[in-house]
């Protein structure tokens, strides 16, 4: 077995919602001109590594701009395969201005011998919202088995495509 192991369905299903959205004439201009908030919900890939292991998994966020230029807040999920067999899972709030922008939530990875609850911060650059790239750190909260817990650093990277909540894109 592959010391990465991809899961040729979650790949398969990805794809294809990455594809229907494309499709679908999503557009990657999230800049508001007007004075009343636009809500979109950019959805896709999401690859990782870290000290701990390397991942492939989707993220999931909704976002708004604020009536104050530049700026916007949203909610975000995270889900990801880890190398190591792990399942993390991620959920919190962004704090957005223009192109850059940070993360804070909780993440949870766990394994069939130990456990991991941390608490997530992550500062991002992001192109339009489709193309991002974040220094990850997880600091450790809870935590269940054998090996202390340790800090984990990570880049992450995400190919997301927005989908407009409120009928139109900015």
Request: contains cysteine; glycine residues 10%.
């Amino acid at each position: 077995m592959s010391r990465y192991p991809i899961y040729p369905s979650t790949i398969g299903i990805c794809a294809l919602v990455s594809l229907t959205l494309w499709s679908s004439g999503a557009r990657a201009d999230l800049h508001n001109k007007s004075d009343t908030a636009t809500v979109f919900a950019p959805v896709g890939f999401l690859g990782s590594a870290s000290n701990r292991a390397a991942g492939i998994g989707a993220e999931l966020t909704l976002d708004t701009n604020l009536r104050v230029p530049g700026w916007g807040v949203g909610l975000l999920a995270q889900y990801e395969r880890l190398s190591d067999r792990t399942n993390r899972l991620t959920g919190g709030g962004q704090l957005l201005f223009y192109f850059m922008g940070v993360e804070l939530g909780i993440a949870h990875c766990n394994a069939l011998s130990a456990s991991d609850t941390a608490l997530h911060l992550a500062p991002f650059v992001s192109a339009y919202g489709v193309l991002s790239a974040a220094l990850r750190f997880d600091l450790p909260m809870f935590h269940s088995g054998p090996a202390p817990p340790t800090v984990e650093v990570g880049l992450a990277v995400t190919l997301k495509f927005p989908i407009p909540i409120n009928g139109h894109m900015p």
